[in-house]
């Protein structure tokens, strides 16, 4: 389970690296991680205020792109897991289920300790907007 929430984290990091300069120097590489589970994003914190389920973890990478330190920061939140059909009898906790998959959600972003990270924020959210707009055209 660890390695699978590694491997998503990773590549949403990509994601977010893609086409940031950091190929020219062989791609963007960790530079350093640190779990701190006690401490809130803002965006945390807001979500908790408006009525959401804190999250249970949160990571701070920092990832090297040629040179250039970019921190980002990853809020873990539990997912939903499908309650299995009440039974008389037969407990409906997921626990006990023997196909219980636990859920997670990742929220990984640049942090906005920096212009780079309000840039790259700013980017992703005009692009998000952009296509959701030609989404609802095309339909």
């Not at 906005?112 to 924020?121: A, Q």
Request: charged residues 25%; hydrophobic residues 35%; contains cysteine.
């Amino acid at each position: 389970m660890v390695s699978e929430l590694a491997v998503l984290l990773l590549l949403q990091i990509l994601e977010w690296e893609e086409g940031q300069g950091g190929d020219q120097c062989g791609g963007p590489r960790l530079a350093s991680f640190q779990g701190r589970p006690k401490d809130r994003t803002p965006k945390a914190w807001v979500k908790v205020a408006l009525g959401y389920s804190p999250p249970f973890d949160r990571h701070d990478w920092v990832v090297d792109r040629c040179g250039r330190q970019i921190r980002y920061v990853i809020d873990f939140y539990s997912g939903r897991t499908p309650v299995p059909p009440s039974t008389p009898g037969v407990s409906t906790n997921p626990l006990h289920s023997a196909s219980y998959v636990p859920s997670f959600y990742l929220d990984v972003r640049p942090a906005v300790d920096d212009f780079e990270g309000v840039r790259m924020r700013a980017e992703r959210l005009a692009r998000d907007w952009l296509s959701w707009g030609n989404k609802s055209v095309r339909d």
